[in-house]
């Protein structure tokens, strides 16, 4: 497809329209670490008050789900970035199915967590009068837990939801396969998985042996 | 093998080692966890993979490697707010009297049901 066909309004020219593209998502991504910033700003706070607590809490999380998932994501991530690729080389058929996988992936993620979060609801881990650890401040801890992964989960279905579209708009030729939304949507499901990766140090690891 | 097997060929093969890395990291970090190391060490380790698995996601997969300068400043930019957010919060928890006939900090869990609560 040429580039005329890939060129919107106001751009003068393709490489502006794709750098201007760029930018707006970096921008967007910058806001949104900050955004998850303040969660981690809370988090470290509280862990520099109640370190014991927070080592008890963490204790308590289902590493072997949190491992998964995080191999999970990486895959994905991996698979992304082959999909922007082969949409800049304009392998079709490659940058569908990298999509698809990953759009998969992405799934895999949130039925893991499903399972995950069906187990420490069964254990009570909802911070409420009847919470089953102490010293009372392991609510924080949890809190934090629903709160920082709840919203992880719900810009995963929204990376999900902006894979698809984007698959069924090149699969159906309605976008040409050039088009800047690849790379914008790949920077998107990256930051996802640089958030998952941090949450997985925090949360998962620190209440080991 | 045809021109094009190997253009794709060529196209996973920085990814998958990237990706490997990636992995090889999580596991260092989760083996470092369940090891008999102090808790400090043990942290330390933790935050350094991190650090290492998001700089290789950013230059990697988010082609900060071949970005322009100013797309490198925007991804930059996120980082140094979120610097300024944590040294300013520490700076005021770090300076912050301790209030308590404890010696503990305000709200920790060596005050419970000894200390009286401080006025903040």
Not at chain 1, 96 to 103: G, N
Request: proline fraction near 5%; hydrophobic fraction near 50%.
């Amino acid at each position: 497809m040429s580039d005329v066909a890939l060129l919107r309004e106001p751009w003068p020219n393709l490489e502006r329209q794709r750098y201007a593209a760029s930018f707006g998502i970096w921008t967007f991504l910058a806001t949104e670490l900050l955004f998850f910033g303040g969660l981690f700003l809370s988090y470290a706070v509280y862990r520099s008050l109640h370190p014991e607590a927070f080592r008890v809490a963490s204790h308590e999380t289902a590493i072997a789900y949190g491992t998964t998932n995080t191999l999970i994501l990486l895959t994905s991530s991996l698979i992304m970035t082959i999909a922007e690729r082969a949409a800049v080389e304009g392998l079709r058929r490659l940058t569908i199915t990298c999509l698809l996988v990953t759009a998969a992936l992405g799934t895999a993620f949130l039925v893991v967590k499903g399972f995950e979060y069906a187990e420490d609801i069964s254990k009570g881990l909802l911070p409420g009068p009847d919470f089953p650890l102490r010293p009372a401040s392991t609510q924080l801890f949890w809190g934090l837990y629903w709160i920082m992964t709840g919203v992880h989960a719900i810009h995963l279905t929204v990376g999900i939801g902006v894979v698809l579209v984007l698959t069924a708009l090149i699969s159906r030729a309605t976008i040409p396969l050039q088009t800047p939304a690849s790379e914008v949507i790949s920077l998107y499901w990256h930051l996802v998985d640089v958030i998952w990766v941090t949450l997985y140090a925090l949360l998962y690891l620190p209440g080991r042996k | 093998m045809s021109p094009q097997a190997r253009r794709i060929l060529a196209m996973w093969r920085g990814p998958v080692f990237v990706w490997a890395i990636l992995v090889l990291l999580t596991v260092a970090t989760f083996a470092a966890a369940d090891s008999s190391l102090g808790i400090v060490t043990k942290t330390a380790i933790h935050f350094a993979v991190v650090a290492m698995q998001v700089v290789l996601i950013g230059v990697f997969f988010m082609n900060l490697r071949t970005s322009r300068p100013l797309l490198r400043l925007a991804a930059v930019a996120g980082l140094y707010w979120l610097a300024i957010m944590f040294v300013l919060t520490f700076n005021d928890y770090a300076s912050r009297p301790s209030s308590s006939p404890c010696g503990q900090p305000a709200f920790s869990d060596a005050n419970v049901g000894q200390c009286e609560s401080p006025v903040r």
